[in-house]
């Protein structure tokens, strides 16, 4: 899905009219609820992983170096093998120059209208709707309203994020 396809089916389950070819107030309102509902579900909800080969510089691998926003680093390899490296709020500090296979989890950037959302496909447009919506009505306003897409939002993420098993009842014997 693309931001735009999103923040069309929030103004459908909204019952708003908004042009998204013109800027207005009411779009660039929806497009910044949507980017707050993508940041907090890519930083809270959601690990999005993302490996890349970075090349240190005075042992540093400068985030800005990363092609994501770095949220946290996983793993930092070096020929396939695991070394030890220091979290810092701008770079990671590693031993020492060379390149380096760093496993990562991101938070998404704000899209541009026609840009795709890198989220895994459990994510539906339906869902993430929801999350504008409560998002939108919130900052309008509208609290009560809010509260309720809000409610059936997290419901959803907290579903999704359910292991699913099989039931399996125990063999009973008749008598």
């Known amino acids: 899905m693309t931001k735009k396809s999103l923040l069309e089916a929030t103004a459908r389950m909204l019952g708003l009219t908004v042009d998204f070819s013109e800027e207005s107030d009411r779009s660039a309102a929806l497009g910044a609820c949507c980017d707050y509902v993508l940041n907090e579900l890519s930083t809270q909800h959601e690990d999005l992983l993302n490996t890349e080969t970075i090349v ?19 793993s930092v390899k070096k020929d396939g093998r695991k070394v030890g490296f220091t979290f810092y709020p701008d770079h990671v500090l590693v031993d020492r120059d060379g390149e380096y ?11 541009l209208l026609n840009e795709w959302i890198k989220l895994p496909p459990k994510y539906t447009e339906n869902i993430l709707s929801l999350g504008v ?10 609290e009560r309203d809010a509260a309720m897409f809000s409610d059936r939002y997290y419901t959803a993420l907290k579903n999704l994020s359910v292991v699913k098993r099989n039931v399996v009842l125990p063999a009973r014997r008749f008598l």
Request: hydrophobic share 30%.
């Open 101 to 111: 296979d760093v496993t990562y989890t991101y938070s998404i950037k704000s899209p």
């Open 56 to 74: 240190s510089s005075d042992k540093k691998l400068l985030f800005s170096r990363f092609r994501e926003n770095v949220v946290r680093v996983r």
């Open 133 to 142: 919506a409560a998002e939108y009505l919130y900052r309008t306003g509208y």
